[in-house]
């Protein structure tokens, strides 16, 4: 940790850290260029960005680091430290800490100065070498010595920092010259919400993220990138050697971006994805468009090049979509979801639960996603929230899928999926479990107001959850900043053969037979969970206190492949979520089995028949 190393080093140590470490941005993304194995094994992983309580740590010794340093200006002369308060760090908002890094773009600003201007700012006293600038550096080596996050920072999570704009931007299609300014508006469901903040970006920022852009496959977002960029250059008035390489980058850009809609006819393959129209010069769409341009439709896809390397490229942008609202990639309504359905009250004809029946929504009715309302209470939320925080993970640690390929898929094997950070709650213990022993009158309850919910969640569903072997430890996640869950499905597929090793329990618990995503806070904007695969078109939204739920496996046990989903990126602040899988063995009596012609669906050529529960469980 280089906190340690001041700390014991001293001034030296200051002054060879600012000068091995590049403070050129550009630079920075190059040089994290030179490993691709580690860029592609983090593609989702954002690091510092996606991690709130870690950011506002962050954002406290800024603050305290920021205040010292506006002192020491009024004591002492130095032209590079009145430069640093002024064009680097700006003013100081007095906003709180928990609003200030909810905005993305203060976040990034915030590790950008941590990463790469504190240390720009050392060399640069160093370099002036006169009485003042040692002493203010003296009192800074003391400042650093002193934080536990700021001197932490790497350009590692500067890169994360980057990657998280970009895909905050990508998947909401953010308008980025306003983006730039600080004004960020999402729309979600039928509303559109700005936010608002003095910081910027500025034309290296810019010219950095259009070229992640172009590695991560976002074309489209890329011309956006860069074509703010030249504004910013202009306005920012860039010496000519920074303004030929913006304007040579946006000419790469332009010839990629309309040589590979050119050379493939479809603006959507599993390794980028372009707008659905040729450009020009002016990176505005092109007057003169080919007769294939006009007739593209998201239905028609070259599947060989979908395919090319298994498919998630393409079912992430098809998740980005969802998460948008499917407006962007369809040219027609192709969904189940029924738009006028209402709230239900669902009893499963249990006369104690007619009396206070569970308030409900459907999401869809086929395959069954539902919403149930009000279903945890504020002391609920609270405990769970209490209990992670001091608990979560840091980060997405081990990434052994990181490698899964398209060999894996054909072979069934199941990629895991590694979350932001998270902790895990057990809630009771039996004694048999350790044994392998069912002993379900043998147990001891180790949270009873978790085991209450448990119970509360038992008579929703209609579904076995507080017995032995029949549901999964409760997980509570935090997902900060641009943190999402990629595209999955939640069974393992145990009874269709696929390699479960390591998942020896489910001999006896079998495979999931639904999920249960409870929400512990409102996100401001983004977070949903998106389904969007085999005609399903449907996507749900945080709602404190509610809890969403659907099943995964068709009556046969075999994994509903329209269960597929995953979690939209947070754009503004950060989104609280609880799970629990619920097992299928021990419900082979209460697994709704009632096969109607509006649950009958074709699958491989086989029909099967999808869970749902019967209209006679609703008021």
Known sequence: CLAIQLHRAGRSTLLLVAMRVPTDLVLVLGLLYLDKSSVQAAKYDFGLIENEPLLRELCKEDRTVHHELVSLNSVYKSVQLDYYLKNVFGNLSDISVNEYVKHPINSYNLIRRASIHMKELARNLQKEDTKDSSEIMKLLEVLLGESKILNAVTNKDLYGALKGILIISHTYDTDIEKFRKGEFAVQQRNNVTVFKTESKLKMDDLHVLAEAAVEMGFINTAVKYVGSAVNAATEEKADNVNRKKILALRKKILNMHNGLLSKRKTYLTDEQITNPYFLDDQLQRRGKQPKFVKELKHEEYDVSLILKNGGDFFDMQRMMDGCRGFNSLRSAPKTEVKQDIKC????????????????????????????????????????????????????RENLPDASYSKRDRAEGKVKVIYKSVQAWMKTIDFAGMDKEEYTPNNFTILDRRAEKLSSRLEKALDLNVTNQWSSHQYQVTNYGLAGLCEVHVDPHGYLEGADVSGKEHLQNSGDYIGTVMGYLEDTPAGGGTTFFKFDTEVTIWPTRGSAAFWFSLYTDGVRDPASSHGGCPVAVGSKWILNKWIYSFNNWDRQPCHPSNSQRHAYEDVQKDRMSWPDSSYY
């Open 344 to 395: 239900n009250f669902v009893h499963h004809s249990d006369p104690y639960v007619k009396l206070g029946p569970f308030k409900m929504e459907f999401a869809s009715r086929s395959p069954h996603i539902v919403m149930f309302h009000e279903i945890m209470t504020e002391e609920d939320i609270n405990h769970f929230v209490e209990f992670a925080t001091p608990r979560l993970s840091r980060s």
